[in-house]
Structure formats: structure tokens, C-alpha cells
């Protein structure tokens, strides 16, 4: 079952892991803004505001994206205002109830970082029972009523979900 935990744990930053600066990029500007914008499609990138992980911006933008570069913990995402406004919650560990629908993007994957545990987004490492995944290149989705979820099933042996059926579009 797809819960917030999950979600949380495919993209939370270790703030542990965060804390060990080893990417020589971190500190160089264009670098972290090649960074950030390989997270999503150049129509999201190109005019998304990009931070670094302190959250000083490197580059405004106008779209309402806010794009972050690799760190030691995460791969490069890029969220929209509900994904920033769950995260804020998640690290002052407080509630948050969604409003509306939310994407990020992860489409370079973990890139360098270790990956993360879908059962505890706080995780340092791997354990034998913390569920740990290195995940490739993926969206992220928040959808405001729990019931939304219904429309997402399992695809048999994989980890990915799938909503409802394939249909043809019409032209």
C-alpha cells in the first residue's frame, strides 16, 4: 500500500548524510543548476527557481517549480509548491494535509546517493528491515483525498504502481 511514508522515503533528505559534503558540484554554482535542472523536462527546468541545499537561490524563477542539485543523501528533484509545503511540514514534524495535487520529479534517479528506506525516511543506512531503495529516474505524485489512491494498483513483481487501465487516447 502506497502511504506518506513511502513517498517520504523516496525523497526525504538524510540530514545525517546531507551533512557529509563530498560532491565537489555542491560549491560550484553552474555546476549545482546542471544539476537541479536534470531532475525534470526542460519545460519545468527552464523557468523553475533553483536552490542549493541550504535553500539560497542560484537561479528565480517564474513557474512555480523549485528545482534542488544531487546532494550526498538525494538525487535532484524538482517540486512543486505542494511538494515544498510537505517537506516543510515533514522537517519541522509537523502534519500536513494536502490541499491539492502535488508532483516532483526525479527523472536522473539517486544519481550518486545511497537511496533511501520506505519505511523510515530518517534512516541512515540500510538494514535488514527498513526496506532500502536506489531508485532509477521517477515522478512522485501527492493527491489530496486518500481515495485517489484507489485508482493506483500494484504491477506484479515490481515495486511500481500503475493507475487504473491503459486506454487508447482519442484524437
Do not use: Q
Not at 540530514?15 to 558540484?25: F, I, Q, V, Y
Not at 546542471?34 to 541545499?53: G, K, Q, Y
Amino acid at each position: 500500500m502506497l502511504t506518506l511514508t513511502s513517498i517520504l522515503a523516496m525523497l526525504v533528505a538524510n540530514p545525517h548524510a546531507a551533512a557529509a559534503d563530498n560532491h565537489a558540484h555542491e560549491h560550484d554554482k553552474e555546476a549545482m543548476i546542471a544539476s537541479a535542472a536534470s531532475a525534470a523536462p526542460a519545460s519545468v527546468t527552464d523557468a523553475a527557481t533553483i536552490v542549493d541545499h541550504d535553500g539560497n537561490v542560484l537561479r528565480a524563477g517564474t513557474n512555480g517549480f523549485t528545482c534542488i542539485p544531487e546532494s550526498t543523501a538525494m538525487g535532484p528533484m524538482c517540486n512543486d509548491a505542494t511538494w515544498n509545503a510537505m517537506l516543510a511540514a515533514f522537517m519541522a514534524d509537523e502534519p500536513f494535509k494536502p490541499d491539492g495535487f502535488g508532483v516532483t520529479y526525479m527523472l536522473a534517479g539517486e544519481g550518486d546517493a545511497p537511496g533511501v528506506s520506505n519505511i523510515d525516511p530518517r534512516a541512515t543506512e540500510p538494514t535488514e528491515d527498513n526496506d532500502w531503495v536506489k531508485e532509477g529516474p521517477h515522478m512522485m505524485l501527492i493527491l489530496p483525498m486518500p481515495r485517489c489512491l484507489r485508482a493506483f494498483r500494484p504491477i506484479p513483481k515490481t515495486r511500481f504502481m500503475s493507475c487504473g487501465r491503459a486506454r487508447p487516447m482519442r484524437t
